[in-house]
């Protein structure tokens, strides 16, 4: 409490600024930005959206089933829909895709690609601006995660019980895309989030601004802008 008063005058700036405002915004549907991290990875499958779903939910039910028989130390904390989906961000001024500045949990990329990614009309995107927003997702389209989760969740929210995250596969029938706001990662993330009375879940491992599209319809532009990190000046683009 007494951290959170002396930070009071500065966050009532803060949330004042003009500069701020884009926190609280739904998806930039006109300014998109994809991001492929030059670090050597190998080049992802063929497999469509709907393959890579399908797959997701097989794989955390599988999972699940095995961390009920060995009741594991640590497992993925994570609860993003998979590996190898779109993600998308928006820019900002100066400073190009914001995915490339805001990142929960970087690997020290030195290198990266970005792209324009035009959004479909019409695109059903699900806005997750708060704890509730999240919550809504979960109860609507639970898959459940409590032996998997159980201790990395415990571990860092001190909550003791049922967790279920959203069923990104079930999810997908009735949106092309999930938006987690700045708003929403600075009030929410990490946090235990109450589904029910029993159930809970958590934003782990999201950035800030973050879209992940659950459909094969966005597309990228052909032209690539390269960028490279600098340590005084951050990310600046390279020139080719």
Known sequence: PTVRDALARVAEHVAGSPHTSWWIGAIAREDQHSITWDDGAPARDQMS????LTRWRTDVA???QRARRRRPCGGEWWSTPPWGLLRTTRSLAGHGPLGLWLVEDGQGWE???TRAVS???GARVYEVDDAKAWAELCRSHPVEVTAQKRSDWYHTTGRDGRWVLPDWERVAREYDAVHLTA?????????????DDNTASVIADWNPDETYWLTDAPVAAAAATQWSRNPGSGWTPRAT
């Open 111 to 113: 290198r990266a690609t």
């Open 183 to 195: 708003a929403g990662y600075l009030t929410a993330a990490g946090t235990a989030i109450d589904v």
């Open 49 to 52: 959206t709907a393959e890579r």
């Open 119 to 121: 959004v479909p009309d």
């Open 62 to 64: 599988q999972q699940e």
